[in-house]
């Protein structure tokens, strides 16, 4: 069965490759939603196209899905209609399917399954990823801070940190606001930190 | 407070949605709206087919081919309200549009001599343009097609239609990959302030008051839950009161401007509002009244009528089987009835009729009407054809 996965994050694409390997499937190609990829699709002639849903170049697929309907290569998106669970489960997810008319629905179920996991173990990944960025970019922000503390008053790390995290505490805000609008104050007053 | 979800896509006729919560109108109705921003048409309707939503700024063609089962599962979709009337532009790249006539305002003001022009740059360019559209099912691929047609040009023979989304034309046209799009705004002005595009056609002049964006609802959902219904309906009604205020334009540009929204600068959404549009980027607006319109002359009444004209084009064009039972059901995705019941009470001036000849008003005009003070606007097709939804057969019949 020949599966094309549309996609051009190439972390989202080689996990979802991966996991479908490891199911068996060794029939996949990576196609990037990018200039003539339709054209790509078609010469591929795939039975499922796997596709992130938030995609803004789903529309340019489905005409492409449509002529096709009319050249009798009929394709309709997601297995089973009836099974709305599993439709709203792709949907969160952010998957789309788009499957061959006539290809049973036990041969695609195990794909869409796999692939909604997969899609949500990226999800999960990124978020960590955004998160640990984040967190890198307070922990800069706040030794900046500590930086003008020290020099403007005369302080230790240490007492800097304390004097940033009391002032966070006693305005009930986070210290690395509290860290943010010092380092906006000190470069209006260019005090030179 | 009632929580709903509604999908839209960025464009400036997303307006009513994002009014209707940043200024309040919705939670004075008791409703908490999420606008839940999409990317594509496709992504839109299976988050409004597969219950994601409850509620979509949906192309009103694309409503009608989701019931009718046009490309996928059918599932019926109703449209009780309409978000918009007019808006869309036609822009070709500027080698192309040094073929047309030079004076732009000329340009844009007489549709027949520019659709003529435009056949005869066709057989002059080097290859078959390559024009974009955002969807199969769009009010813009339909007026392209009106519009060319009228000139003895076949788009399927003579074009080649590609579908692109929106936010992508832009860049498409600037790469080469497009000749020239068809595209609700922003995203027609936004190339021809970059410098790469020129206005061609507007929405506006080949059909004076053209459907455009409906809100869409699965049509169980709306039956199920009609109190709900009724007050969203009057929340929307307020705020396209609000967004076609000429006074509110500034705001409305600023609050459409954010990331979350439309994420273009406001600049990009002004000249559709005030209706001054910038045809070659360097030159001054051309007037062109009624580019988008929100509230006056009813825009919210959903017409039978417009449904039925979608329907003739679906037909026209071969993308729709013709049949009494799918002309019955394309006319019923417009649910005249919900708005009627919705804003009976409030005072809205509310038409007599459902259906109505399309394209018979020159001039303004006031009608039946309910509560008085109803005028509609002129409706005119550029070809002065008029549509009798009472004779479909036979309108279809003049286009030979």
């Not at chain 2, 039925?308 to 993308?319: A, C, T």
Request: hydrophobic content about 50%.
């Amino acid at each position: 069965m020949r599966i094309v996965i549309v996609d051009d994050t190439g972390l989202r694409a080689s996990i979802l490759e991966d996991g479908l390997a490891e199911a068996g499937f060794d029939d996949i190609h990576i196609v990037p939603p990018r200039g003539g990829f339709v054209a790509r699709i078609e010469r591929l002639a795939p039975d499922v196209v796997l596709m992130d849903l938030g995609s803004p170049s789903r529309d340019t697929l489905e005409e492409m899905l449509v002529v096709s309907r009319a050249l009798a290569r009929p394709i309709a998106m997601f297995v089973d209609h009836s099974d709305d669970d599993m439709i709203g489960a792709a949907i969160d997810a952010g998957v789309s399917a788009y499957v061959v008319d006539g290809l049973r629905k036990e041969r695609v179920k195990p794909i869409l399954d796999l692939a909604i996991r997969r899609f949500n173990a990226f999800a999960k990944l990124q978020s960590e990823l955004d998160e640990a960025r984040t967190v890198i970019a307070d922990r800069k922000t706040i030794d900046r801070a500590k930086a003008i503390l020290m020099k403007s008053r005369n302080l230790a790390e240490p007492d800097a940190y304390a004097l940033l995290r009391s002032t966070a505490m006693n305005q009930g805000r986070r210290i690395v606001e509290v860290a943010e609008a010092l380092i906006t104050a000190s470069d209006l007053l260019g005090d030179g930190a | 407070m009632t929580r709903i979800s509604a999908a839209f896509l960025p464009l400036t006729d997303s307006a009513v949605l994002v009014a209707a919560r940043e200024k309040g109108f919705a939670a004075e109705q008791g409703i908490e709206l999420d606008l839940i921003r999409s990317e594509s048409w496709a992504t839109l309707r299976d988050r409004l087919v597969y219950g994601q939503v409850q509620a979509a700024h949906m192309l009103a063609p694309l409503a009608i081919a989701v019931t009718l089962g046009l490309s996928q599962h059918p599932a019926s979709i109703s449209a009780p309200f309409k978000l918009s009337v007019n808006g869309n532009i036609f822009v070709m790249g500027t080698v192309f549009a040094a073929a047309l006539d030079p004076d732009i305002a000329r340009r844009v003001e007489d549709p027949i001599a520019t659709a003529h022009d435009f056949a005869a740059a066709i057989g002059l360019y080097r290859r078959k343009p390559v024009i974009g559209i955002v969807h199969r099912f769009s009010c813009h691929a339909l007026l392209l097609r009106y519009w060319l047609g009228y000139a003895g040009i076949d788009p399927d023979r003579d074009l080649v239609l590609r579908v692109l989304p929106p936010s992508l034309m832009a860049a498409a046209l600037e790469a080469g990959e497009i000749d020239g799009f068809i595209a609700g705004e922003p995203w027609s002005t936004v190339a021809v302030q970059a410098g790469s595009a020129e206005i061609v056609m507007v929405g506006a002049r080949v059909w004076q008051r053209g459907v455009e964006k409906v809100l869409a609802m699965r049509t169980e959902w709306m039956d199920a839950n009609a109190e709900t219904v009724d007050r969203l309906l009057i929340a929307l009604d307020r705020a396209a009161a609000w967004c076609d205020d000429p006074a509110h334009h500034g705001e409305l540009a600023e609050l459409l401007a954010r990331r979350e929204y439309v994420g273009q600068n406001a600049e990009a959404m002004l000249p559709t509002l005030a209706g001054r549009l910038i045809v070659r980027s360097g030159e001054a607006p051309v007037e062109v009244p009624a580019t988008m319109l929100f509230h006056r002359e009813a825009v919210g009444f959903p017409w039978r009528s417009h449904a039925l004209w979608i329907y003739s084009q679906l037909v026209r064009w071969g993308m729709a089987e013709p049949s009494p039972e799918a002309e019955a059901r394309a006319a019923d995705v417009f649910r005249s009835d919900i708005y009627r019941r919705a804003l009976a009470d409030t005072g809205a001036p509310m038409p007599g009729a459902s259906l109505k000849v399309e394209g018979a008003l020159s001039k303004p005009m006031g009608v039946g009407s309910h509560s008085a003070g109803l005028i509609l606007g002129p409706d005119r097709f550029f070809d002065g054809k008029t549509f009798d939804p009472a004779d479909i057969e036979g309108y279809l019949r003049s286009f030979g």
